[in-house]
């Protein structure tokens, strides 16, 4: 929730502010947030109020790098817009991989124990992020006052199809990844660790390839296309997780959604960026909004049907066919509606 308001919040207030303040505030919240789980617990009376307390703490710094990172990257100089997205999303699976690897084999060889120890570890990487964004050059995405105002961008249908697609994305993704753990556990019979390291690695492994293969192959590829042909991959693989008799074969089921989800999320931002290229910040920051509900619903959608059938996570997963489904309808709409308007003016 503190995150929904955080990008909620930043369509009003980055480009008063300034990218690179909130951009390296971001990143200092985050590593107060991240290492505040070593220290916190221990300062209140209840350990429970330092986590949420630092649960807010880094929930603010992730919202505002969310809302940042992709306009930074698009206002950058480059000739391939769409490419780069791509190829900086990819770097979101990268992480989640090193995440889980590096803080599995940490729990594993020194306990549970030494969870504080591996949290003020992961503070190096946003304490050195926020030095680097310090000094970088960056890019303004729009004119000072040249974006577009939120009520304008509400007035356009497309934007409203966007928000749609964006939401479906981010359900399409988490749905799947926030799951594929408990997914190995249960499925194939594993441990924990071998389930996080299966589950979750598999799944970002796989998506992350997608990106990259689309960054190097962009420009043969019609990006509306890719995205319906991946919505309709990721519904198979809905498909074949849920309704597979054999273990094995439903767990590659998790995998090919994590393959079938790559372009999603930076696909829209790219296609969003082309159609409103005076939106700025307000646009990357309610699209972010719409996809954080979207990564919020997909989950908590599989958890509410799997605890209403007895734990039945199969059934969960096949509940959530809908996001992917929603999405190949809406980009279809989408394709359909941007023509349309491009046959206006010309």
């Known amino acids: 929730m503190i995150q929904l308001i955080i990008d909620l919040i930043s369509t009003g207030v980055v480009d008063k502010i300034g990218y690179r303040k909130c951009i390296v505030a971001a990143h200092i919240f985050a590593a107060a947030g991240i290492g505040g789980m070593a220290i916190l617990p221990e300062a209140f009376s209840s350990p429970y109020a330092g986590l949420f307390v630092s649960v807010i703490l880094y929930a603010v710094g992730g919202g505002l790098t969310e809302v940042l990172v992709s306009p930074i990257v698009e206002a950058c100089p480059t000739d391939n817009k769409s490419s780069v997205m791509s190829m ?33 570890i992961w503070t190096i990487i946003p304490i050195f992020n926020a030095f680097f964004f310090s000094r970088v050059p960056i890019a303004k995405l729009t004119e000072d006052g040249g974006g577009m105002s939120i009520a304008n961008l509400f007035s356009h249908k497309l934007f409203w199809v966007l928000v749609v697609l964006i939401f479906a994305s981010g359900a399409s993704e988490l749905a799947m990844s926030q799951w594929a753990s408990s997914f190995a556990e249960k499925g194939l019979g594993v441990s924990k660790t071998v389930g996080d390291l299966l589950g979750p690695c598999l799944f970002a492994i796989l998506m992350g390839c997608a990106r990259v293969f689309y960054a190097k192959c962009s420009e043969k590829i019609n990006l509306l296309k890719f995205i319906i042909i991946s919505g309709a991959l990721c519904v198979v693989s809905y498909l074949f997780a849920a309704l597979s008799p054999v273990p094995w074969l439903a767990f590659a089921g998790c995998g090919l959604c994590g393959l079938s989800v790559g372009i999603l999320w930076p696909g829209v931002f790219s296609i969003a960026s082309e159609n409103f290229p005076k939106g700025g910040t307000a646009l990357f920051a309610l699209l972010a909004l719409a996809g954080d509900l979207g990564c919020s619903s997909g989950p908590t959608i599989v958890g509410m049907v799997t605890g209403a059938v007895g734990e039945n996570l199969k059934a969960g997963l096949l509940a959530a066919v809908i996001f992917p489904i929603l999405l190949v309808a809406f980009t279809l709409i989408f394709k359909k509606s941007a023509s349309a308007v491009r046959g206006d003016k010309e």
């Open 88 to 120: 900086l999303h990819s770097f979101y699976c990268w992480g989640s991989v090193a995440v889980v690897l590096i803080s599995t084999l940490f729990l594993s060889a020194l306990g549970k124990d030494s969870w504080r120890a591996l949290a003020a």
